[in-house]
């Protein structure tokens, strides 16, 4: 191997150890603060979605499952639409904001959303329960306070090796 060759191989090297020390600098830290803040911002999203696909399905008379596929579509939508505004805001284009939202959010909202929907439907009578039982509200919000308890630990994992909530942080100012 030619000498220059080596050495414009070695301060490549250097070059990347840097590169790889300043994102460790700036990148989220994987505890649990960072992650519970990650999850309540999930949980805004999905608990404005959630409540409103619930109110919406119950209100107009539709079945357990329309409601439920309402109740998780728009979750996902408020869910993506809160860190798209976020990524926005930072300048980011359309096309890259929504990668962004996609790879920071999907598996953080898919986890509370099958944990929330799940305590709903295997709560006996709250799928029933009209708007106007303490039964529909006081599900609904236990559901989201068991799904934000179990998705925390997912988004702590994800965060630990630079996904979910991490991708988002560098477009925090």
């Known amino acids: 191997m030619r000498h220059d060759t080596h050495e414009a191989h ?3 090297h250097e070059h ?8 460790h600098r700036t990148a989220p830290d ?11 911002h999930c949980l805004t999203g999905c ?25 998780i579509v728009l979750a996902f939508f408020f869910g993506y639409a809160l860190t798209l ?7 980011v284009g359309l096309r890259a904001a929504v990668r962004v939202a ?6 953080s909202i898919a986890v509370m959303e099958l944990v929330d929907n ?14 106007g039982d303490a039964l529909f509200w006081g599900a609904l919000a236990i559901a989201l306070a068991v799904a934000f308890v179990l998705t925390t630990p997912v988004n702590k994992w994800m965060i630990g090796r630079g ?10 100012h």
């Open 47 to 71: 608990a404005i979605g959630e409540v409103l696909g619930m109110v919406v399905g119950t209100a107009l008379g539709w079945g357990n499952t329309a409601t439920l596929v309402l109740a």
């Open 30 to 40: 994987g505890s649990w603060a960072t992650a519970v803040r990650a999850t309540l």
């Open 102 to 107: 996609l790879a920071a959010d999907t598996l």
């Open 10 to 12: 070695a301060h490549h």
């Open 85 to 91: 505004r976020g990524v926005l805001k930072a300048g």
């Open 16 to 23: 990347h150890e840097q590169h790889d020390h300043d994102q």
């Open 118 to 131: 799940g305590v709903i439907v295997l709560w006996p009578g709250a799928m029933d329960a009209g708007l």
């Open 163 to 172: 996904r979910g909530h991490a991708v988002v942080h560098r477009y925090h």
